[in-house]
Structure formats: structure tokens, C-alpha cells
């Protein structure tokens, strides 16, 4: 099985400033990673999928990028409703493991 | 308006059984794989089982192999999840999750509310 190495496991930062979680996988899964932001009592949001695709309506403060095991999600100019949980995918191949998750607190 | 959700939760005892449900609307079911994704309470994501469009292929993670059974009733709109042999460790929020397709590169595009597992003595 793939495992994705998430980090970091929490994060505090403050309004208006950049922030990057990064995700490695344990072995090359071809672009096939997603990230996910997931706010308490809410569904998962897909935010971004092929690696670097914003899914339509995402906030362009939102980018991403990455290659065969190394992956990177930034979120830029922090708004308090960047206050969640986010976790990367990896979907190249069965079983579709999920980062431990990355939680972000906007001071 | 696209649409997932879930039902069947509930408390039940250690090695009881539950079945859940997961009704799409607003879009082609029969068009897209879907599975089931749980988050134990102060856990992260845990992805549990897919079904192919078709119901053709369907996988499970390690976990629960065995133990649970996923379906799907294209004319209904429907997934479900027979869940057997619970145990403690199976309680979870449990969300069902749409694959987009070639439009998101199968990325999980959208998910349910979820439905809360309590499995409990």
C-alpha cells in the first residue's frame, strides 16, 4: 500500500500571511493527489485534484504543485475562514490513503 | 443541485451489524464510482471501500475487509454499506464520496453530511 506522509500536524498562522503543507508519498503516484479541507460538522471539500487542478469556485489563494513523491499545498493572503483541517489523497491506487491531516489555526 | 446523503447510523453493541445508506441526486449516479470515507471522533480521514460505476470492481481497505459489504442500486440512486461483526474502533462519522470522473481527475468532487456509527456496550 501507499503511505502519504502529511506535515505539518498543526499550524498557526495569522491573517494575511502564507502557509504550505507538504505531503509525501512512498512511492511515485503520478500526479493522482488531491487536497482536502475539512471544517468541523461539515462535509470535506475537494480543493484541488491532479496535483495542481483548483476545482471550479475554489478562492485562488489556493495553489499547488508537486511531482512523483513530493506534493505541496499553499494557501496565500490567510482569511480566517482558512480555519480547517486539510489533508491530502492519494488516488493512483487502491486503497486511496488520506494524509493524518494538517490543522490550521488562524490567529 | 448535486447532492449526497446519507442515512442508517446509529448505536449499536459490538459485533452487531448496520446498514447504511447513501441516496445521489442532481446528477448521473450511474456515471460515476463512489465510496465510503469514515473519520473516527478526533481522527483524521479514513478511506474504507470503492464500487465501480457498474458495481463490476470494488475494493476495502484492510481494516474492514471481511466484515463489511458495499453495493449499489444504480436504478435507485443508491450505495449502501452492510456493516457486520462491528467494533469499537468502527466508530465514525462515515461519508459517502462522489469520484468526479475525467472532469477531476477521480478525485473525490463530492461528499455526503455523513452519518454518525456509534459502536458501544
Known amino acids: 500500500d501507499i503511505q502519504m506522509t502529511q506535515s505539518p500536524s498543526s499550524l498557526s498562522a495569522s491573517v494575511g500571511q502564507r502557509v504550505t503543507i507538504t505531503c509525501r508519498a512512498s512511492?511515485?503516484?503520478?500526479?493522482?493527489l488531491a487536497w482536502y479541507q475539512h471544517k468541523p460538522g461539515r462535509a470535506p471539500n475537494l480543493l484541488v485534484y491532479?496535483?495542481?487542478s483548483l476545482k471550479t469556485g475554489v478562492s485562488s489563494r489556493f495553489s499547488a504543485s508537486g511531482s512523483g513523491t513530493h506534493y505541496t499545498l499553499t494557501i496565500s493572503s490567510l482569511q480566517a475562514e482558512d480555519s480547517a483541517t486539510y489533508y491530502c489523497?492519494?488516488?493512483?491506487?487502491?486503497?486511496?490513503?488520506f494524509g493524518l491531516g494538517t490543522k490550521l489555526e488562524i490567529k | 443541485e448535486e447532492q449526497l446523503v446519507e442515512s442508517g447510523g446509529g448505536l449499536v453493541k459490538p459485533g452487531g451489524s448496520l446498514r447504511l445508506s447513501c441516496v445521489a441526486s442532481?446528477?448521473?449516479?450511474?456515471?460515476?464510482?463512489i465510496n465510503w470515507v469514515r473519520q473516527a471522533p478526533g481522527k483524521g480521514l479514513e478511506w474504507v471501500s470503492s464500487?465501480?460505476?457498474?458495481?463490476?470492481?470494488?475494493n476495502y481497505a484492510d481494516s474492514v475487509k471481511g466484515r463489511f459489504s458495499i453495493s449499489r442500486d444504480n436504478a435507485k440512486k443508491s450505495l449502501y454499506l452492510q456493516m457486520d461483526s462491528l467494533r469499537l474502533e468502527d466508530t465514525a462519522t462515515y461519508y459517502c464520496?462522489?469520484?468526479?470522473?475525467?472532469?477531476?481527475?477521480?478525485?473525490?468532487?463530492?461528499w455526503g453530511q455523513g452519518t454518525m456509527v456509534t459502536v458501544s456496550s
Open positions: 489523497q492519494q488516488y493512483y491506487s487502491s486503497p486511496y490513503i
Open positions: 512511492q511515485d503516484i503520478g500526479y493522482s
Open positions: 491532479a496535483t495542481s
Open positions: 464520496a462522489r469520484e468526479g470522473g475525467p472532469s477531476t481527475g477521480d478525485a473525490f468532487d463530492l
Open positions: 464500487i465501480t460505476f457498474s458495481g463490476s470492481y470494488i
Open positions: 442532481g446528477f448521473t449516479f450511474s456515471d460515476h464510482n
